[in-house]
């Protein structure tokens, strides 16, 4: 949050998906102010909910297998985190 924004970039996805409409998403935030992310993606859908649901950036997405990455960077700070992988709720 150094410069005051938090971008969400679908531009390096292998399946564009409207990109008539960007392929990026900024919100405004308060600059230098810690920031929490929570961030949810399945097969078709990512969500991210910023300091406790402040800010939500929703994107479709279509991840293809071996698609598995999350690229967060920035200027400053420390990044740490969890991973859950979630079981399908469908019955095979």
């Known amino acids: 949050t150094k410069n005051g924004k ?6 390096q996805m292998s399946l564009p998906l409207n990109k008539k409409f960007g392929t990026t998403r ?3 935030l308060t600059k ?4 929490k992310l929570q961030v949810f993606a399945d097969k078709s859908i ?10 939500v950036l929703t994107s479709r997405v279509f991840p293809q ?5 999350l690229f967060i960077t920035g200027n400053q700070g420390e990044y ?8 399908s709720s469908s019955q095979n």
């Open 65 to 69: 297998t071996g698609e598995t990455h």
């Open 6 to 11: 938090l971008t969400l970039d679908r531009s």
């Open 32 to 35: 230098n102010r810690a920031l």
């Open 26 to 28: 900024t919100v405004d």
């Open 80 to 87: 740490t985190g969890n991973y859950w992988e979630l079981r």
């Open 46 to 55: 990512c969500e991210i909910f910023v300091n406790d649901g402040e800010y």
